[in-house]
């Protein structure tokens, strides 16, 4: 399976964790036999397990300002595995034929989860 940029995946959160230290929920999603590990602020909002929704990945903002929306730089890629970081806050994701996009590159993150 080749997911095209840009990336979009409905998922689901499957667990929420807290970080001892910091103000973080750490938020695991799937979407298959893809998983995605997220820092999440909490004062933007809670994320409760079980909910659904879509992740969308993109080299230019989202036209739609729904959801959680995340702006950062692409730490590493391969087909395999793909981390973000948000300045500070990151974003893995790890399953079989993932796009690509290039090291370096500024993307933007949209968590748009159902009610």
Same mark, same amino acid.
């Given at each position: 399976?080749?997911v095209l940029i840009?990336? $979009?995946?409905?998922?689901?959160?499957? *667990?929420?964790?807290?970080?001892?230290?910091?103000?973080?929920? +750490?938020?695991?999603?799937?979407?298959?036999? +893809?998983? +995605?590990?997220?820092?999440?602020?909490? $004062?933007?909002?809670?994320?409760?397990?079980?909910? *659904?929704?879509?992740?969308?990945?993109? *080299?230019?903002?989202?036209?739609?300002?729904?959801?959680? +929306?995340?702006?950062?730089?692409?730490? *590493?890629?391969?087909?395999?595995?793909?981390?973000?970081?948000?300045?500070?806050?990151?974003?893995?994701?790890?399953?079989?034929?993932? $796009?690509?996009?290039?090291?370096?590159?500024?993307?933007?993150?949209?968590?748009i989860l159902s009610?």
């Amino acid at each position: 399976m080749s997911v095209l940029i840009p990336m $979009e995946l409905e998922v689901l959160v499957d *667990k929420v964790g807290k970080d001892p230290l910091f103000n973080l929920d +750490i938020v695991e999603l799937r979407s298959g036999n +893809i998983t +995605i590990t997220l820092d999440f602020p909490r $004062e933007i909002g809670a994320i409760r397990q079980k909910e *659904k929704g879509k992740l969308l990945i993109s *080299k230019e903002a989202p036209k739609e300002k729904k959801g959680y +929306i995340f702006s950062g730089i692409v730490y *590493k890629s391969s087909k395999n595995e793909l981390q973000i970081s948000f300045y500070g806050l990151w974003m893995k994701i790890n399953g079989e034929g993932l $796009e690509e996009f290039a090291q370096g590159d500024k993307v933007y993150v949209q968590l748009i989860l159902s009610e």
